[in-house]
């Protein structure tokens, strides 16, 4: 069975971090593009970060650029997102997502997703 599972959410106070993982199962990472989308209550998915197969090419919403960095580990079939500084708009639902090759800012395109991790920044 193909599966994305996330974990490392949490509840963290403002100014905090935390590290999501996104592991597979079923099939390797080596030859997919990994995006992280999140959807905080009634707003519309957005997504995050996206890393290509290799890492070499790397991209961040502007909400969230230079607080938190995406990289993969292909010899574990695993992609982070570590996130610093976080703030209270960064509350939401965190999904990796895999598509063929090349990073894309359409939630549509991407084949497999994740379950989800909760991520809630709160004093």
């Not at 994305?4 to 996104?22: A, D, F, I, T």
């Not at 593009?33 to 070499?56: H, L, M, N, Y």
């Not at 090419?57 to 500084?85: C, E, H, P, W």
Request: charged residues 15%; proline residues 3%.
């Amino acid at each position: 069975q193909l599966q994305l599972v996330e974990s490392g959410g949490g509840l963290v106070q403002p100014g905090g971090s935390l590290r999501l993982s996104c592991a597979a199962s079923g099939f390797t990472l080596d030859y997919y593009a990994i995006g992280w989308f999140r959807q905080a209550p009634g707003k519309e998915p957005e997504g995050v970060s996206c890393i290509s197969t290799r890492g070499g090419s790397i991209n961040y919403s502007d909400s969230v650029k230079g607080r938190f960095t995406i990289s993969r580990d292909n010899a574990k079939n695993t992609v982070y997102l570590q996130m610093n500084s976080l703030k209270s708009e960064d509350t939401a639902v965190y999904y990796c997502a895999a598509r063929s090759y090349d990073c894309s800012v359409y939630p549509g395109s991407y084949h497999y997703w994740g379950q989800g991790t909760q991520v809630t920044v709160s004093s």
